[in-house]
C-alpha cells in the first residue's frame, strides 16, 4: 500500500512528457521549405532557406546562387529578412532567404546540395565561429499544362501576337537584291 502511495506521489510531481522540449543543437541550424513540386515552365516556385543560431550573426550569411542550366533564379525584393525561432525551447535569432525558381523546359529539375556559410558568435565567448551548413537535394518538376503537349517550343502565355514586316518589293527584284524578314512577337 505505501508503494503504491510513494507512485502516485511521485506521479503527481512528475513533468507531463509533452512539456519537455528536445535539447537544442550545439551550432547553427539550417531549415529549408520548398513545398511545391511542380510548376508550369515560366511560373516561379517559392523555396525558403532560413539559418538559425543560438546568439547572433555578426556577419550575414554567404548564401548559395542555385543556378543551373534551364532554370531561372530570382530574389524577389526584400528576399533576405532577419527572422526568431523557437530551437530546442530556446528562442533563436537568424535570417531568412526566399528565392524564385522557375523552370523555362519540361522536364525533371535536381538542385544538388547547398552551402551556406555562417559567421556566428560562439555562446561561451562571444567569438566570431564559423559553420558550413548543407541543404538537402531539391527536386522538382516543369509540367507542360494539358492540350499543350504538342507545342514546340512551348511558350507559357496567355496569348502571344506577331507582327512581321518585309523590306524589299518582290516584283522589282532582280537576281542578288535582298529581302529582309523581321517578326516581332
Known amino acids: 500500500m505505501r508503494a503504491a502511495a510513494a507512485f502516485f506521489l511521485l506521479l503527481a510531481f512528475a513533468p507531463p512528457a509533452g512539456a519537455q522540449e528536445d535539447v537544442a543543437p550545439d551550432g547553427p541550424v539550417l531549415r529549408v521549405e520548398f513545398d511545391e513540386t511542380e510548376a508550369i515552365p515560366g511560373q516561379p516556385l517559392s523555396l525558403r532557406m532560413t539559418v538559425l543560431v543560438p546568439t547572433f550573426l555578426p556577419e550575414p550569411p554567404v548564401w548559395p546562387s542555385l543556378e543551373a542550366p534551364n532554370l531561372l533564379v530570382r530574389l524577389p525584393e526584400r528576399s533576405t529578412n532577419p527572422t526568431s525561432a523557437r530551437v530546442g525551447g530556446e528562442t533563436w ?92 512577337a
Open 93 to 184: 535569432a537568424g535570417v531568412t532567404r526566399n528565392y524564385r525558381i522557375s523552370p523555362m523546359v519540361p522536364g525533371d529539375f535536381t538542385i544538388p546540395p547547398q552551402e551556406v556559410v555562417v559567421t556566428w558568435a560562439d555562446p561561451e565567448s562571444n567569438a566570431p565561429a564559423r559553420a558550413i551548413l548543407r541543404s538537402e537535394t531539391l527536386a522538382f518538376r516543369g509540367v507542360v499544362p494539358a492540350g499543350a503537349e504538342g507545342l514546340d517550343p512551348f511558350i507559357a502565355a496567355t496569348s502571344l501576337d506577331l507582327a512581321q514586316t518585309i523590306e524589299g518589293e518582290p516584283g522589282a527584284m532582280t537576281p542578288g537584291d535582298s529581302v529582309t524578314r523581321t517578326v516581332v
